[in-house]
């Protein structure tokens, strides 16, 4: 397991914006793919976004598209969300994942390393 730490949640209004990190402790870990997903208490995890090694492939669960926006900074060993038009129904704590062996990227089963989670709050 490859320690990695998420930064940047807090509270934000309706409407508002913020951006989330998240860095692998090991800068030679270069896993085929990151992503971010998210739970509230009494859910399941559910997919937020995730992006190849590459960058070239991103991917958004619905209710984001749009608004949440997917990078990866290999070099710094990153991955990274831009959330912008925040809502309430987007508070919950968001988990970055990495994946080292492929496979459907928006399911949980494809990650075999996670960070500890950060808690974004939206309300008024």
């Known amino acids: 397991q490859v320690p990695m730490v998420e930064s940047g949640g807090g509270w934000v209004q309706p409407g508002g914006s913020l951006r989330l990190s998240c860095a692998a402790s090991?800068?030679?870990?270069?896993?085929?793919?990151k992503a971010w997903f998210r739970q509230v208490p009494g859910k399941e995890r559910e997919f937020v976004a995730a992006?190849?090694?590459?960058?070239?492939?991103?991917y958004y669960s619905p209710s984001v598209k749009g608004r949440f926006t997917i990078s990866r900074d290999n070099a710094k060993n990153t991955v990274s969300l831009q959330m912008t038009s925040l809502k309430p129904e987007d508070t919950a704590v968001y988990y970055c994942?990495?994946?080292?062996?492929?496979?459907?990227?928006?399911?949980?089963?494809?990650?075999?390393?996670w960070g500890q989670g950060t808690q974004v709050t939206v309300s008024a």
């Open positions: 992006i190849t090694r590459s960058g070239n492939s991103t």
């Open positions: 994942a990495a994946s080292t062996n492929g496979g459907d990227l928006r399911s949980p089963r494809a990650y075999d390393h």
């Open positions: 090991e800068r030679t870990f270069n896993p085929y793919g």
